[in-house]
């Protein structure tokens, strides 16, 4: 859907009082009705709280849930919380507006928090409180996640559905388990958006096993290999894709990794290896992935940056029609919008996650 | 008859567990025939074209057009490029995509009853299984007038081209487009000459309403949610309306519709798919056969049209010259390939009465015209009213009955008419709607109802499509109906080109103290 800014005032960001922000809401969507009539709708299907801790973060969350909000109307409550900032809590609500046809509009209604100092626990329950009933409530975490405040990420995190990550920010693996704890522990869904950046690679891969001929090759793998497109840092965060890729084959084709990252499968050991390739654009992303089976073939998947497409093809002693996959958008407001269209959690990815964690040891070096 | 085991299916590929793409069918060739026709180029390679695009198609997936016309391969799909460039829902045509879909498209150049043709057909279809892996798995779409379809499925099965798993072999599937005859005993013929070569459950008859989002989501607002069905039935619902109604006349059509009329084109296809699925019981699951059971059961309880009088409850009206949207519009008797004193009906409108336990004697009037107002499809289910007026001695209170209405096209949704307190000191009361729509909520694009019918018979899931008995029994309950109309010697009621249709369709539901709700 084109979104279409609207010229409404009840854009313009309004400064209110943190203890009535739902009373002003009101009063805006009233306003609004005198301005505009019935060509406007107020929708949400989603709460999203974006947490941030600096202004550029903030200003990325808002921009992207602004455009998101063309495709999945929600609730935005966007949180700037920095301890070591001066102690205050202050927020503002706005709406992003979208043309659908027709001379309708569509709002959704964004607020903004910004705490700092030891307000920064009134957060929790200030979010807890503006969350709309009976609407599923997504938190998206942008950074790294935090491996102290344990108490004030628990807060916010209960009344979540999902947990939005995006791992190409992990600085260890560390990061990968603390995601899975979540899983584990908590009835909050983790979601990463480097997972869903991977659903190009996955549509591909899983395009070459769909002739029936070709499904028993699952059971012949011999070799994973995958380049992962690096800046030429020692990030952790890089190498993240590629590892979830590695750790979706190993999952889904069902290969054991043991605690030290070493995998079996039906026909014994299997390699799997991760190589970082500097490059100047996709830094974390991969750029190529390979196959290889007992009888000496290999299937290959290949980005074609200029085409906008993946490259399925295999080699050697089968014969399987290339296959193509378009690429999708790697926009973060396009991530955003895929994660939040899918209403239950990602399962497969649960899977993934444990199993990329061990995976991590032995090939993340 | 012995019947063989099928052989064993490959387990399903695990890789596609969570992917948007999860039910990917096996790679087969689809031949179309008559595949140099306005539906090929419209709606039928637009649809697997945009599939393609969505990565909903299988690596390999071939498609073959078979007509008269002498194309070569790459004039074809030069041709069926021009055509997505048109008409694909995912517009602009992404080349590299474009590219990958057009090496698995072919042709062949033949007559339907041209033996060799056959011969060259199947030589193709069987050099794609070698070098596109469509392993013997066939889809006939057959894109042609009824009258061809008796020599194409003879051929096919003379050339040995029809299989079947329960023998052994690659399944292969066979699609037919609408008009399924034109009256009980055509289609009764027309269903004979299919089963001949194919068995039923090879059989995907498209009517391409039931491809449609907002059809499907009758039954998941029906059957998955727990607060309608309660509600659904005769003791609160007092009566049902459906509107199928289009703007345009008939176009290039005039031939076709002369023998035809809105009843067979219209009523007797997709607005009795409409009312089968708002009426039917829940089915035990949501496959084929329990939820074409439970539709053909609705239509077996459609009341007969009574033998003598079956013109009381139905009205036929065809459209005088008039005006659409602000343009001027001919008479349909002015149309082209038109009878100048033609009687074919443009516009219809009957009560219908399903007798079962659930319905009895709820009224469902239902309509269809051409050249009314706007195109729109829209099922409205009006409640009974409050069983007690407690506020009958004010002023400024007039209660209404609530109204859930589903939009089927365009702008897909569904609202509730209630009544609400209008804020002040006085009890005044105002009619206010709780409004569901597609566009509002899900943003995207819906998929063609073409896409999503074409992917359900590569994957074998006939749920979408009208068996056999649905067809020849919604043809028997509206034959006596039509026979009567043939035999009146009286013409239609005539409506002026961009009205509502003609006075009598008001006064059938005005007689009984309703109006039709202004979609």
């Known amino acids: 859907m084109e979104a ?72 935005s409550i966007i949180v700037r919380a920095d301890p070591a900032a001066a102690p205050e809590i202050a927020s503002w609500i706005s709406a992003n507006c979208h043309l659908v046809g027709g001379g309708k509009q569509v709002c959704s209604e964004e607020i903004s ?12 329950p200030l979010v807890n ?18 491996n102290e405040n344990e108490d004030y990420v628990l807060a916010l995190l209960d009344p979540a559905d999902r947990l939005i990550v995006d791992s190409v920010h992990f600085d260890s693996p560390a990061d990968l388990m603390l995601v899975n704890r979540v899983a584990e522990k908590t009835t909050t869904t983790p979601a990463d958006l480097n997972w869903v950046r991977l659903a190009e690679w996955r549509q591909a891969t899983a395009s070459i096993f769909d002739p029936p001929h070709m ?124 994660q939040l269209k899918h209403a239950k959690g990602d399962q497969v990815l649960l899977k993934v996650l444990p199993v990329a964690s061990r995976l991590a040891k032995r090939v993340a070096r | 008859m012995s019947v063989t085991a099928p ?22 060739c689809l031949v179309i025939f008559g595949a140099s026709g306005d539906l090929t180029g419209r709606k039928l390679l637009p649809a697997l074209y945009s599939l393609a695009h969505d990565g909903l198609l299988p690596t390999g997936q071939t498609i073959i057009g078979f007509a008269r016309p002498d194309f070569t391969d790459d004039a074809f799909r030069m041709a069926m490029r021009e055509a997505c460039d048109k008409h694909a829902r995912t517009r602009p045509v992404d080349d590299a995509i474009w590219e990958n879909f057009a090496k698995g498209l072919f042709y062949v150049q033949g007559e339907f009853g041209d033996h060799p043709a056959y011969i060259r057909l199947n030589e193709k279809l069987q050099e794609c299984d070698r070098t596109r892996g469509t392993g013997g798995r066939r889809i006939y779409y057959l894109a042609v ?116 009329g809105i009843t067979r084109d219209i009523i007797q296809n997709h607005m009795l798919q409409l009312v089968s699925l708002i009426a039917m019981e829940p089915p035990v699951a949501f496959e084929a056969d329990p939820v074409r059971d439970e539709k053909v059961k609705v239509l077996r309880a459609l009341r007969e049209f009574p033998k003598g009088h079956e013109q009381e409850n139905a009205v036929r009206g065809q459209y005088a010259d008039g005006s659409v949207l602000g343009e001027k519009a001919i008479a349909y008797r002015k149309e082209p390939n038109v009878n100048p004193e033609s009687k074919v009906e443009t516009f219809a409108a009957m009560k219908v009465f399903v007798d079962n336990w659930r319905w009895a004697d709820v009224p469902f009037y239902i309509r269809s015209g051409k050249r009314l107002p706007k195109r729109v499809t829209d099922i409205s289910i009006h409640f009974r009213p409050a069983p007690y007026p407690m506020w009958r001695r004010l002023r400024g209170v007039q209660t ?15 609202s509730l008419k209630f009544d609400s307190k209008v804020p002040g000191p006085s009890v005044r009361t105002a009619p206010v709607t709780m409004e569901f729509r597609y566009a509002t909520s899900f943003g995207a694009e819906p998929p063609e109802a073409y896409e999503r019918l074409l992917l359900e018979t590569m994957l074998g899931d006939s749920t979408l499509f009208a068996r056999r008995d649905e067809v020849e029994t919604a043809w028997a309950w509206l034959d006596p109906l039509l026979n009567a109309w043939t035999a009146d010697p009286r013409p239609p009621d005539f409506y002026p080109a961009g009205t509502w249709g003609p006075e009598s369709a008001e006064r059938l539901i005005e007689r009984d103290g309703r109006k039709w709700r202004r979609p």
């Not at chain 2, 387990?11 to 087969?28: F, T």
Request: a negative charge.
């Open chain 2, 145 to 260: 007038p009824p009258q061809f379809f008796p020599v194409i499925s003879e051929l096919l099965g003379r050339e040995k081209m029809v299989t079947d798993p329960e023998h052994g072999g690659p399944f292969t599937r066979v699609i037919i487009e609408k008009p399924f005859g034109h009256d009980l005993q055509s289609a009764k013929e027309l269903n004979k000459v299919a089963v001949s070569t194919f068995r039923e459950r090879q059989v995907f008859r498209i009517d391409h309403y039931l491809g449609k989002e907002t059809v499907q989501n009758l039954l998941v607002l029906r059957f998955a949610n727990g607060i309608f069905e309660p509600f659904w039935n005769r003791q609160y619902i007092d009566h049902v309306q459906v509107t199928v109604a289009e703007s345009i006349g008939v176009e290039k059509r005039g031939s076709y519709f002369e023998g035809a």
């Open chain 1, 215 to 338: 499904r028993g090759r699952l059971d012949m793998i011999r070799r994973v290999r995958v380049i992962a497109g690096t800046s030429g840092a020692d990030f952790f965060g890089e190498i993240v894709e590629s590892l979830l890729y590695a750790g979706w084959i190993s999952a889904q084709v069902g290969h054991h990794v043991d605690s030290a990252g070493k995998v079996e499968g039906p026909l014994g050991s299997i390699e799997y290896n991760i190589e970082r390739r500097k490059q100047e654009s996709d830094i974390g992303g991969i750029s190529y992935a390979e196959v290889a089976f007992d009888d000496g073939s290999c299937a290959s998947i290949s980005r074609d940056r200029e085409r906008g497409i993946l490259v399925a093809n295999v080699d050697g002693n089968v014969s399987v029609p290339e296959s193509v996959t378009r690429a999708i958008s790697r926009n973060t407001e396009d991530l955003i919008v895929r």
């Open chain 1, 4 to 75: 279409s800014v609207s010229t409404l005032p009840l854009e313009a960001d309004v400064r209110v009082d943190v203890t009535s922000i739902e009373k002003n809401l009101a009063d805006l969507w009233r306003s609004s009705k005198e301005v505009s009539d019935d060509a406007l709708t107020r929708a949400a299907l989603w709460n999203v709280v974006a947490h941030t801790s600096n202004p550029t973060t903030h200003t990325e969350a808002s921009v992207a849930l602004g455009r998101a909000s063309a495709t999945v109307p929600q609730r």
């Open chain 2, 400 to 414: 209404q009955p609530n109204v859930l209405a589903i939009r089927i096209q365009p702008d897909e949704g569904i």
């Open chain 1, 129 to 146: 409180a503006l969350l709309i009933p009976d609407m599923p409530v997504a938190v998206w975490w942008l950074g790294d996640l935090p």
């Open chain 2, 7 to 28: 052989t064993q299916a490959p387990a399903a590929n695990p890789l596609r567990e969570g992917l948007e793409q999860e039910r990917v069918p096996d790679a087969s």
């Open chain 1, 113 to 124: 928090i910004v705490a700092g100092g030891d307000r920064v626990h009134r957060v929790p």
